[in-house]
């Protein structure tokens, strides 16, 4: 790794941790330029390529934890949901997407797993995101939804 101050091409490691639950390294440098000798921190983490969305249109996403996230957000405004739940989430699916393996992933299984997620988080966060993703057009389907919130 290059010093990113004088750009020496060699750096010595002085200490390596796992960090976010082991799935990735924080690394202490040091240049080996006695002139430099500036301390910095890396990190690193596997690159997974995850799969492209296949949306309900036919046209193709790659796969966005940010858009999922500003979804997942409005879903619990207002709501006592902590962002780490939300974050735990997403990494629960971003984890299933890499385990299935698919290059390619319609966006109702996506929404699928994200429903299924919510559900045991908040109740109510669950009917609005519902409400979007299965876009509800009429009270009925509200009140088919919570009854079978009820049932489960």
């Not at 430099?36 to 309900?56: D, G, H, W």
């Not at 709501?79 to 109702?108: A, H, Q, T, W, Y």
């Not at 109740?123 to 299965?134: D, E, G, K, P, Q």
Request: aromatic share 6%; proline share 4%.
């Amino acid at each position: 790794m290059h010093c990113p101050i004088c750009r020496q091409p060699d750096t010595r490691v002085i200490d390596s941790r796992l960090i976010a639950d082991g799935s990735k390294i924080r690394r202490r440098r040091e240049c080996i330029n006695p002139d430099c000798a500036t301390r910095f921190t890396t990190y690193e983490a596997a690159e997974i390529s995850l799969p492209m969305v296949i949306k309900q249109n036919g046209e193709r996403q790659a796969f966005s934890a940010e858009k999922l996230r500003n979804g997942l957000l409005r879903a619990i405004e207002k709501r006592p949901v902590s962002v780490d739940k939300i974050n735990r989430l997403i990494d629960d699916i971003e984890n299933r997407l890499r385990i299935d393996g698919e290059r390619e992933i319609p966006s109702r299984r996506l929404g699928d797993w994200v429903m299924q997620g919510l559900k045991t988080i908040d109740h109510v966060a669950y009917i609005r995101f519902a409400s979007v993703y299965l876009s509800f057009q009429d009270v009925e389907a509200f009140i088919n939804t919570i009854a079978e919130l009820r049932q489960d």
